[in-house]
């Protein structure tokens, strides 16, 4: 319980601090892509840094920031989908839930393998390996932008 305290503030700043960024730079990509790809920069620091401390104290805490900086720009990859394709938001809602659904079967399976076969560490550095992807990808989602195929009515 305790690496998710700070996720259970941070999942309801994070819309908000976005929205912010918004109205203070004027950017899209800044308050959502910027902003998501600057938390999950420090996620992976986080996690990066587990397997470098030696108390359960520290590793706990260490958990504790990285979830909390995970789920800071959980509302952000809603309204991305919103501001770029509001009339598919439906469609791109579904297609994010299945994906996720296959994680929540994935990740557990593939942890046990990792700890089974490397140790603890190497959850941690899977955690900030996938974090980085998510970080990589966010920095190239350009929120607001339609493609001339969604601007002429095209399916997207």
């Keep these: ?78 309204i991305v989908v919103i501001d770029t394709a509001p009339t598919r938001a439906g469609t791109f809602g579904g297609i994010s839930h299945f994906i996720t659904n296959i994680a929540t079967i994935v990740a557990p399976t593939l942890t046990g393998f990792l700890v089974a076969l490397h140790g603890y560490n190497s959850m941690f550095i899977a955690t900030a390996v996938a974090t980085a992807v998510g970080m990589l990808a966010m920095i190239f989602v350009r929120p607001g932008v339609r493609s001339s195929k969604s601007r002429s009515g095209a399916a997207v």
Excluded at 15 to 33: F, M, P, V
Excluded at 47 to 61: E, K, N, Q, R, Y
Excluded at 62 to 78: H, K, R
């Design 1 to 78: 319980m305790i690496p998710w305290i700070g996720a259970c503030f941070t999942v309801l700043l994070g819309g908000k601090i976005s929205d912010w960024l918004r109205r203070r730079t004027g950017s899209l990509w800044i308050a959502r892509s910027g902003f998501a790809a600057g938390s999950l920069l420090l996620t992976t620091v986080c996690f990066c840094l587990i397997p470098t401390v030696h108390s359960a104290g520290a590793v706990l805490l260490l958990m504790a920031i990285g979830n909390a900086l995970n789920s800071l720009p959980n509302a952000v990859y809603w």
